[in-house]
């Protein structure tokens, strides 16, 4: 079979591919180690000048790839938080508030596993309607721009219609929809944004965690993308009494959203109160701006005119929503602004009355990249610029930094934004999956525009006063591989300008930084290789599978968590994941999986952490034995690969039913061994 990776590297001994081209094995390499080969194939290249968006993008990868659960027979989910928190839907750790972000990132992964099986979680049986403010319809529609994949998107046609149709009736704490004015409201704690003004306002200054519904830019703007989502996969099936019906749903919303939550006085989207109390009164606006504000362009929902480009210059005002190291969420000006009303212990808790959140940044860059991309009246108006863009991008790559923990890189929740540190810090806090990179950098900063029909469209939002060259390859676009270069002078690449090109051959070139476009036919993608693992455990309560070890008192978390799908290598203690051993003294010691029931076994991946100053490395050695009647032997025809550190150690061996096996290993003599996770397979 041939896979891309062959396919590539004969088109590059071929000459079709440039020879520009970026070595996937030195990238990879350098940015994640023994972890490199996960990365080889899954992931678009991507380098430039300014080396601070270059290294946050490949430890964005990482984080997408530290957030990939693997739930066995129920393919994967995309996690927000690295370990489980008591709000998630157990077992399976699922969040939906920042599921759009996961799908964008995702869609650009060369491996269409993760967003094909996280469409199918979210929409089957165990997903879950209305725990947060959502754009699920849109995510799946938006990887579909990318993949060209129809049947994987339509066939949740259903379950989308019922997601949307869901929020028309839900006043369970969470939000509805107000027949009389056409509109979707929502509590800020459930559009995953706690302590807003309105949430505030509506406790007379006193909380703000819970209540304060209000009409918001978010959950409306979400709603009309969702229809939209519907209304054009519908088209793809023929199905025009939907699409008719969705499409004038979107037309409703994009209509009273700008009639009804457009403020004059603020030149800002912004929110009105659902709630009527005695100190705020139902359909009156709050009285500020709120970062939340600039949503609707997220998802091309203004009209394009200069009266709605005005909002712009806001988050240009150091006065206003500008902050020195990040966006704030709404402004000094606020009578709450930054203050702190929740704590966990001693640690500020989440707040959204100032901070700077990466979750709103990422809706602000997209909804920025969108407006200078295909609003060319607002463009026009000159509020706001590529350079401004570029500006705003880099001041957010530089907030994933962490001055907290010594500048290594780490996205958490929230920042001060006017000093670029985190603001909660919590053991659940680093590396944050709650927020988009991946897709800013391709579809905005690059420029790549994802489109439903045959035509590839790059429109670069890099400032070409800021960037001297850069390169994006291996993009998986239609089934084609795509890549796109700028290069001022000629100097990095040996030409100067911009080119795109499709399976190595360029089909589209300018001097300068602009709009390109170019014919492409949609080809079929690679198929999704789909091995089961047999080994997980969904949580510590879930019987079979279930892990044990040989070391007494162990603590039954810690041997969940060796198989329980998940696979980082993060050096944070506080992040660690997995079974320790005890330091080696020259003892075997095993961790074993009982399946409940005869199991056929075939195949192995092992992921040892190592870290020396900690006192982890790889077992001296290692094999797999299997229950045998009442016995346990070693599994036949075995070949293992030698103990990788920070990496994927694979074994297989001829297959057999069993009903356990054993992961037996010797510790290196003072050093103990820490088993990520085991993952046993059929075949």
Known sequence: MLTLSTAFSLALAAGLVPATALNVNTITSKYFGNDAPWYRDRIPLFET??????????????????????????????????????????????????SNFHLREGRWSRDRRFTSDYGNFLFGPNGIQNQFSESLADGVWQVY??????????????????????????????????????????????????????????????????????????????????ARAIAQLAELTGDTAVADQYSAYADTLQRLVQTDLWNSTFSHFIDRYEVNNEYVTYWDFI????????????????DDNATYAAAWSHVLDSDKLAGTHGLRTNEPS???????????????????????????????????????????????????????????????????????????????????????????????????????????????????????????????????????????????????????????????????????????KTVASASKLTRLTAKIA???????????????????????????????????????????????????????????????????IWYQIDFGSATQTGRAEVAFFANATQGYAVPSSYRIEQLDGDSWTAVSNATYDKPLANGITNASWQTAQTSQVRLVFTPTKGEKVRLVEWKVFSS
């Open 49 to 98: 000048d300014q080396t601070v968006l270059q290294d946050v993008y490949y430890y964005r990868w990482g984080v997408f790839r530290a957030h990939q659960r693997d739930l066995g027979a129920e393919g994967y989910l995309t996690t927000e938080f690295l370990n489980d928190v008591s709000w998630q839907k157990s077992p399976w750790a699922l969040l939906i508030d920042a």
């Open 287 to 302: 009285r500020g701006r709120e970062l939340v504000g600039y949503v609707p362009w997220a998802h091309d929902l203004p």
């Open 522 to 588: 949609r080809a079929a993608p690679p198929t999704v290789d789909r091995p089961i693992a047999v080994s997980v455990q969904l949580g510590t309560t879930t019987e079979y599978p279930a892990g044990s070890v040989s070391v007494a008192g162990a603590d039954a978390d810690d041997v969940h968590a060796a198989i329980d799908g998940r696979v980082w290598f993060y050096p944070e203690t506080d992040v660690a994941n997995g079974w320790d051993s005890p330091a080696g003294n020259g003892t075997e």
């Open 145 to 226: 721009l990318v993949d060209g994949v129809a049947d994987d998107a339509t066939s949740h046609l259903s379950a989308m219609q019922s997601f949307f149709q869901g929020w028309n009736s839900t006043t369970l704490g969470v939000g509805g929809y107000d027949s009389s004015k056409g509109l979707y409201w929502i509590q800020p704690l459930t559009d995953a944004t706690e302590y807003t003004i309105s949430s505030i306002d509506a406790t007379n200054g006193t909380d703000g965690f819970t209540g304060g519904y209000s009409f918001r830019p978010s959950i409306n703007s979400y709603q009309y993308a969702n």
């Open 334 to 504: 606020y009578q709450y602004y930054m203050v702190q009303y929740r704590y966990e212990g001693t640690h500020p808790e989440c707040q959204w009355n100032g901070p700077a959140w990466p979750y709103q940044t990422t809706q602000v860059l997209t909804a920025l990249a969108n407006l200078l991309d295909h609003y060319p009246k607002s463009a026009a108006a000159g509020v706001i610029n590529q350079a401004d863009y570029t500006q705003i991008l880099l001041q957010y790559a530089r907030l994933h930094y962490n001055p907290s923990r010594g500048g290594i890189l780490d996205v958490e929740e929230d920042y001060y934004a006017d000093a670029g540190s985190p603001i909660v810090g919590l053991t659940r806090s680093p590396h944050y999956f709650h927020s988009g990179f991946v897709d800013v950098i391709l579809s905005g900063f690059v420029g790549l525009r994802p489109r439903a029909d045959n035509v590839l469209e790059v429109n670069p939002q890099a400032d070409s006063g800021t960037v001297s060259y850069f390169r994006a390859e291996r993009i998986l676009y239609h089934g084609h591989e795509v890549a796109v270069q700028w290069d001022a002078t000629g100097h990095h690449y040996g030409k100067a300008g911009l080119y795109v090109e499709v399976d190595g």
